[in-house]
Each structure stands twice: as structure tokens, then as C-alpha cells.
């Protein structure tokens, strides 16, 4: 049973900072990546960053040059440092750890994180 625990979310004023984190337990015998996403009232889940094992990053377009994705594998942690965060940038955000298993992926999810931008 593989579970993921997020925190970080909260209440901030646009350009203000915040760090979601995601820790993962239980047994993970190949992690190909790890990521966020996030879905704000009315709109469909969307991958704000992702991170393989490999190293390779990838960010949504809104979100590239204000937030950073980064991996501790020997916590089993990925972080989100969000910057310069705007009102757009609400939604809650959905830690993701996608498994390799042979020829086939799958995703697990965490419960989900409220980041409110607002002033």
C-alpha cells in the first residue's frame, strides 16, 4: 500500500513564497517519477512539474522561471518551491508518484493540498 502525505499548502499574498512537500511511504519497487498537479474550481487537473529519477524536469509554461520542482530520495520526499505566486496560481495541488512496473506505469496519488493566493 503506497501512500503519500503532502503539506505546505496555506494562505498567501500574491508574490508571496510557499514549499509543498510530499513524502511517500510503503513499498515503491521502481519509482520512474515524481511530480504536482493541481486543479482549481472548475477546471481540470493540471501537471504544474514533474521530475524522473533520470533528473529531467518539466514545468507547465505558467509556471516556468517562479517554481522549482526537486526531489530527496533518501527521505522519499519531493518538494514544490513555489515563488512569485500570483492569484491564478490557486488551485489545490496534487503530489504524484508514478511507478514503473515492467512495460507499464502507474500513478499514485496524495489527498491533496490547498495553496490560496489572495490579499
Known amino acids: 500500500q503506497v501512500q503519500l502525505e503532502e503539506s505546505g499548502g496555506g494562505l498567501v499574498q500574491p508574490g508571496g513564497s510557499l514549499r509543498l512537500s510530499c513524502a511517500h511511504s510503503?513499498?515503491?519497487?521502481?519509482?520512474?517519477?515524481m511530480g504536482w498537479y493541481r486543479q482549481a474550481p472548475g477546471k481540470q487537473r493540471e501537471l504544474v512539474a514533474v521530475v524522473t529519477t533520470g533528473g529531467s524536469t518539466n514545468y507547465a509554461d505558467s509556471v516556468k522561471g517562479r517554481f522549482t520542482i526537486s526531489t530527496e530520495y533518501a527521505k522519499n520526499t519531493v518538494y514544490l518551491q513555489m515563488n512569485s505566486l500570483k492569484p491564478e496560481d490557486t488551485a489545490a495541488y496534487y503530489c504524484?508518484?508514478?511507478?514503473?512496473?515492467?512495460?507499464?506505469?502507474?500513478?499514485?496519488w496524495g489527498q491533496g493540498t490547498q495553496v490560496t493566493v489572495s490579499s
Open positions: 504524484c508518484v508514478v511507478v514503473q512496473s515492467g512495460a507499464n506505469r502507474f500513478n499514485y
Open positions: 510503503g513499498s515503491i519497487s521502481s519509482i520512474y517519477a
